[in-house]
């Protein structure tokens, strides 16, 4: 299932780094974003790559529309859910 948000892009967090078992490197940016309602939320997301650099990143300040999916993962019996971006739009 896919859902839509918009808002600004509040935080970059660092980027992370690392290799696959098969060797192939990858990266991952975290951003915090926060809507423009009148009550305002906001949600961390990551993007993620597998193919080099992730080119063409938000930068804070700016406004973008955020197409993403919601998954969970286990880690030693802990629940954790995962906001993974597919496709930004900067906004105007």
């Known amino acids: ?37 009148r009550f305002p939320i906001k949600m961390r997301f990551a993007m993620m790559s597998f193919d080099g650099p992730i080119e063409d990143a938000p930068v804070v300040g700016e406004k973008v529309r955020v197409r993403f999916t919601v998954e969970a993962r286990e880690v030693n019996a802990n629940w954790y859910n995962d906001i993974k971006a597919y496709q930004i739009e900067k906004l105007a």
């Open 1 to 37: 299932m896919s859902h839509v948000i918009e808002g600004r892009i509040l935080v970059e967090l660092p980027t992370t780094h690392g290799q696959t078992k098969k060797g192939k490197d990858w990266e991952k940016k975290e951003f915090v974003l926060e809507t423009l309602e």
